[in-house]
């Protein structure tokens, strides 16, 4: 390999020309011509403004968006009009309900609740009530409410009383 690069031609060389310049010469010579460009027509009273003839014409359009509205119309008429009929017959053709089908069908328990946000507030109420709340227990105790029962208890030990845990009769407890 050498070092030495090959730079493409900058342009067109002087003979590109030659080419379009022959083919140019040969339709002269042959006689074809272009045809000329056709004049613009006015005729009759339907453009007497010279528009042209491209215009949408808008009662031609008018008369077509008429058409598809009422076409569809139609359609959206027979369609409901088919319903009915059919809704008819299958109700005419159907027999009549037992007095089985018709009858009030009670699921079997358990039963949702009916108000439960009620059942909710019905319970803590209750509960608190046994919470804050003196009563007398079937076992011949009593009931008493939380603080207070926790007045009572403070400061004493929780362990049961025994005769090893009671103090001399003569002074302090022993260690």
């Known amino acids: 390999m050498s070092d030495k690069s090959v730079d493409p031609p900058a342009g067109p060389g002087p003979l590109a020309l030659l080419p379009a310049l022959a083919a140019a010469g040969l339709l002269r010579l042959s006689g074809f011509r272009r045809p000329a460009p056709a004049a613009p027509r006015d005729d009759g009273p339907h453009n007497p403004e010279g528009f042209e003839e491209e215009d949408v014409d808008v009662r031609r359009t008018a008369f077509v968006v008429a058409g598809l509205a009422g076409s569809v119309a139609l359609a959206i008429t027979a369609v409901g009009l088919m319903m009915h009929l059919f809704g008819a017959w299958n109700v005419?053709?159907?027999?009549?309900?037992?007095?089985?089908?018709?009858?009030?069908?009670?699921?079997?328990?358990?039963?949702?609740?009916?108000?439960?946000?009620?059942?909710?507030?019905?319970?803590?109420?209750?509960?608190?009530?046994?919470?804050?709340?003196?009563?007398?227990?079937?076992?011949?105790?009593?009931?008493?409410?939380?603080?207070?029962?926790?007045?009572?208890?403070?400061?004493?030990?929780?362990d049961p009383v025994t005769s090893d845990s009671l103090p001399p009769a003569g002074g302090a407890p022993v260690r």
């Not at 018709?102 to 439960?116: E, H, R, S």
């Not at 608190?128 to 009572?152: F, N």
């Open 92 to 158: 005419a053709g159907t027999l009549p309900l037992t007095p089985q089908q018709t009858a009030t069908v009670k699921p079997p328990p358990p039963n949702l609740q009916g108000a439960p946000y009620e059942d909710l507030a019905r319970t803590e109420a209750r509960d608190r009530a046994e919470l804050t709340g003196y009563a007398a227990l079937p076992d011949g105790r009593a009931r008493i409410p939380v603080s207070r029962a926790m007045d009572l208890i403070a400061g004493k030990s929780l």
